[in-house]
């Protein structure tokens, strides 16, 4: 019931994903300002990530997860209502778009400390591999149908994506598991129990390392997003093409998805993290060197694959070191790192469009990504880890 009811709802976000900068360029042609709303609703990455974790540990998951899939409803539904009267206005898509974020970070955090007490331990890569299909899924569908949206009304997008969280919230209710283990009510400050967090994760080599490699994968990955859907609509691609062009992404995630759980088991964490981060440096600066909005969706076709496989073995790590009443602060610590950087690289990106245009942009994308890549190589925290199953077994 969990997972159908956030098919819906993540097919609703990859939607709009796609439809902000269509609308935001439509309106003002200003790469930009499309990199302003991308920041906005990615800065409660930096801003709430940390204190949302705390109190997540602390409220009851599942009301949490309501709240913020009501809040989302209303907000979307503002913006479609806004776009349907032609009354657009850059202040509220931004507004929006904050706010979407901001409730994604509770809810994100809510849902991913809950699943552990919905499977067993021993089926958790297989778990984290079929959200992972349902992110990648909603890819694929999401992103060519919020292109092909926007080219029938620019509101119609916004309003697919209020509905698919009224969806989610209306399935929450009808769960009868119970989301978080019984504990008592908490007397430590919030501040104290937002450190313990971060005091767990830095104190842990992998998790630590791994965290800010991912870091400076998503502030790369960001910003070459925003820098392909400028490239793209610069070589004449249309709405729909470009939702197309994405969508190969997705699709190659989805055969990841499929193989993540076989590959976590035969294939050691280590050569999938410094593996994957080297495909998607070769892949971005393949990018700046093609010309067809087809051909750019086929380089990342390939380098979707990586994305699922990936997140499946580090996850796995992640829930074999964690206990129970630290998941959502150790993961609101790492998010706060690793998904922190993407609303500066979508800033980042956007200034670069406009100064530079997309093949620099790209190329220097290209460069960060190898950054990465040659780090993760060089880590000996990283090229000596001991696999997941070692530490799942003990736990």
Do not use: C
């Amino acid at each position: 019931m969990l997972w159908s009811g956030q098919v819906v709802s993540t097919i609703g976000t990859r939607v709009t994903g796609v439809a902000y900068p269509l609308l935001v360029l439509a309106e003002t042609g200003s790469p930009a300002k499309a990199g302003v709303v991308g920041f906005a609703q990615t800065l409660p990455y930096i801003l709430f990530y940390l204190p949302a974790g705390a109190l997540v540990d602390r409220w009851d998951r599942k009301r949490t997860m309501i709240v913020a899939d009501g809040g989302r409803t209303l907000a979307l539904g503002s913006l479609a209502i806004a776009l349907a009267l032609d009354e657009f206005t850059f202040a509220q898509v931004v507004a929006v778009a904050f706010v979407e974020g901001t409730l994604f970070v509770f809810f994100s955090l809510s849902e991913s400390a809950a699943l552990p007490q919905i499977v067993p331990k021993e089926q958790l890569p297989t778990a984290v591999a079929q959200n992972q299909a349902r992110i990648q899924g909603a890819d694929l569908v999401g992103q060519p149908l919020g292109g092909a949206l926007f080219g029938i009304s620019k509101q119609l997008p916004f309003a697919a994506d209020a509905i698919s969280y009224a969806a989610s919230f209306v399935s929450l209710f009808f769960i009868r598991t119970k989301f978080q283990e019984e504990r008592p009510r908490s007397v430590t400050k919030l501040r104290a129990e937002m450190l313990e967090g971060v005091r767990w994760l830095w104190g842990q080599p992998f998790m630590r390392a791994g965290v800010l490699l991912v870091a400076g994968s998503n502030f790369a990955f960001s910003a070459l997003i925003l820098a392909l859907i400028v490239r793209a609509k610069a070589l004449g691609a249309s709405s729909a093409t470009v939702g197309i062009m994405l969508a190969f992404l997705g699709g190659g995630a989805i055969v990841g998805s499929l193989i993540a759980p076989w590959v976590q088991r035969r294939v050691h964490a280590k050569v999938i993290m410094i593996g994957s981060f080297w495909v998607w440096a070769v892949g971005a600066f393949v990018s700046a060197f093609v010309e067809s909005p087809y051909a750019l969706g086929a380089i990342w076709a390939v380098g979707g694959i990586f994305g699922p496989i990936f997140n499946v073995a580090f996850s796995t790590y992640r829930y074999a070191l964690v206990p129970d009443r630290l998941l959502a602060r150790v993961g609101s610590a790492a998010l706060v790192v690793a998904w922190g950087a993407i609303p500066l690289g979508q800033l980042t990106a956007g200034i670069l469009l406009e100064r530079i245009g997309g093949v620099d942009t790209i190329l220097l994308v290209a460069a960060a990504s190898a950054a990465v890549g040659l780090a993760a190589s060089l880590s000996r925290t990283i090229r000596t880890a001991p696999r997941a199953e070692e530490l799942l077994s003990s736990a």
